[in-house]
């Protein structure tokens, strides 16, 4: 009985040691935490995807519909949304949006 309580005791000791020596090589006195540096906010969206809906108005004031598919493209650092619209009269119109300047840039 007494031989396990000794093991016991000697494995936590060990894990102990252990932790504190993997915790210390990760958090190194006087470095920046790699993980949190400049995040505000990890779930916010970038400034330019947070014009979606401006882009989807705009999108639906020019072609009136339902919007069947959006996608965000990324080209050039400028960050864009495809949209495909089943527009009232029948059609579908994919049209282009900028997310920085709110703007339908391309309607075909």
């Known amino acids: ?14 894990q102990t040691a252990f932790s504190n020596i993997a915790h210390s090589a990760d958090t190194l006195p006087g470095a920046p935490d790699s993980a949190n540096v400049n995040i505000t906010n990890r779930y916010a969206l970038p400034p330019s ?30 960050f864009l949304v495809r949209f495909q619209v089943q527009a009232d009269d ?12 709110r703007k339908i840039i391309d309607a075909f």
Do not use: Y
């Not at 995807?49 to 639906?60: D, F, G, S, W």
């Open 49 to 78: 995807k947070v014009n979606i809906e401006p882009c989807q108005r705009e999108a639906l004031r020019l072609h009136p519909g339902v919007i069947e598919k959006q996608r965000i493209l990324h080209r050039h650092g400028n």
């Open 1 to 14: 009985m007494n031989s396990k309580l000794i093991i016991l005791a000697l494995s936590l000791m060990a």
């Open 90 to 101: 029948g059609f579908d119109w994919f049209m282009l949006c900028d997310l920085a300047t």
